[in-house]
């Protein structure tokens, strides 16, 4: 793409109107509610969070206008997108599967993939909100005002129905396969392959029916995080609880925020919950893990952002979140003005905290020894503003749901090392699934 050729976009016909809001959480959930009627939904909320990187509280795209979906296979998926985002010249809502990985570094998919969803999704919504500071900033494309949007949402109830419960859902691999699986993957690391990979296992049920709506609810009551997100097209659900941030563009400067690092919580008892949280902060193997990926994380920055601007604002932070502390760092670069945005996902994705180092190894091996293909499981979900600003999330604690199938599934991993014990590494995987099980009725 040419320096100038931004310039060439249609500009967006959207008006937004701006209204202050006596309930903020009421309204989300209203928000939510009425939005679910439409086909296209995407509803991304940070739960109040003061995070880095922080803009909106919530995020929302409703009801699509127009839609882009494509499979790795037909080619070219993101400069497919770039010329879709062009000629809207608008907000655009939607998700990068992990399988895009095949066509950034030539790789291939062969597991299957029941939960089916795209490798490419974004659509134009008719209504988008932004909220923040006690204000709801509504755009449409009409044909109904702002403000007989808003009077809609208003009168929408704010609770939902508790879900009906799911009592159990099955792994691809054994507590034994497992272990086993860990075992072969430090070979590979003794043997110089690569010398981290995050290993995934897949839980599932078929033939099942839910109601998301009242799912998400649930699992946003039990797990809040800064990157939570309802996202729903042609009966396709995500229900995501997800604390980690793939990429952010805002003004020209790209931040990723990798966490590498998990310990349990102790609510309940202030000096040890204190404690785990300085003893995560102090982990030589947590620290090493992060700053692998931090490393991994700044060498594909720097390959389209301008030369000495990438730097670690962030080191290796703890964070606390309901059920986990989580070691998050923050990097950050420039990108420059006739470098366009897609290619910084295509330098980036997908996000070295969801695959390993060296990256295109330990996809390799992450093909070779899962069983299940991750499709949107550690892809991204977020926006795209009409300057090419965008904001995505990775794609995990989350559940996936394909209701035409009645294939409900999430998926859950690690950072396994040298340095790795199989049985800590099991552990971890199911204290990461711990908020989902609880919103499941599994406890």
């Known amino acids: 793409m040419t320096p100038g050729s931004r310039k060439k976009r249609m500009t967006s016909r959207r008006i937004f109107a701006t209204f202050s809001v006596d309930n903020i959480v009421i309204f989300k959930r209203q928000l939510l509610n009425w939005g679910s009627q439409f086909s296209s939904c995407s509803f991304l909320d940070n739960h109040a969070y003061e995070m880095p990187g922080g803009q909106f509280e919530c995020v929302a795209g409703m009801d699509a206008v127009a839609t882009l979906l494509i499979s790795v296979s037909e080619g070219n998926a993101l400069d497919t997108l770039t010329s879709f985002q062009e000629a809207h010249g608008d907000w655009l809502f939607g998700h990068l599967g992990y399988d895009l990985k095949n066509e950034v570094e030539g790789l291939s998919s062969r597991q299957p993939d029941p939960a089916g969803f795209p490798d490419l999704h974004f659509f134009v919504p008719r209504y988008v909100f932004l909220i923040r500071n006690e204000e709801v900033h509504i755009g449409t494309l009409g044909p109904d005002s702002a403000a007989e949007v808003l009077q809609a949402i208003q009168r929408t109830p704010s609770k939902q129905s508790e879900p009906h419960s799911v009592s159990f859902l099955r792994s691809r691999f054994s507590h034994q396969e497992y272990l086993d699986t860990v075992h072969h993957l430090q070979e590979h690391i003794q043997r110089g392959d690569c010398y981290e990979i995050t290993f995934c296992q897949e839980f599932y049920a078929a033939d099942l029916l839910v109601e998301p709506i009242g799912l998400y609810w649930k699992l946003a009551h039990i797990s809040p995080m800064p990157h939570s997100a309802y996202y729903s097209f042609g009966g396709l659900y995500l229900l995501c609880a997800s604390p980690e941030r793939y990429l952010q563009l805002k003004d020209r400067q790209l931040l990723s925020q990798p966490i590498k690092g998990t310990a349990k919580r102790k609510p309940g008892d202030q000096a040890a919950d204190k404690a785990i949280g300085e003893d995560l902060r102090q982990s030589p193997k947590e620290r090493s893990e992060n700053i692998m990926i931090v490393d991994l994380v ?20 703890i964070y606390a979140f309901p059920q986990v502390y989580q070691m998050i760092s923050s990097i950050v670069g ?15 994705f997908p996000m070295g905290s969801m695959t390993g ?18 499709g949107l499981f550690s892809g991204a979900v977020g926006y795209i503003d009409p300057e090419g600003n965008f904001d995505f999330a990775v794609v995990i604690r989350s559940l996936l749901y394909n209701q035409g199938r009645q294939y409900l599934s999430y998926s859950v991993g690690s950072a396994i090392t040298a340095a790795s014990d199989p049985q800590s590494e099991y552990e971890e995987c199911l204290l990461k699934a711990s908020a989902i099980r609880q919103a499941l009725g599994g406890g």
Not at 299 to 315: F, I, P
């Open 334 to 348: 420039i990108l420059p003005p006739d470098v366009h945005w897609t290619q910084a996902l295509r330098a980036t």
């Open 298 to 317: 700044r060498n594909d920055l720097s390959k389209v952002c301008e030369e000495g601007s990438v730097r670690v604002s962030e080191l290796g932070g």
């Open 357 to 374: 180092a060296p990256k295109r190894k330990a996809m390799e091996l992450i093909e070779r020894y899962e069983r299940s293909r991750r």
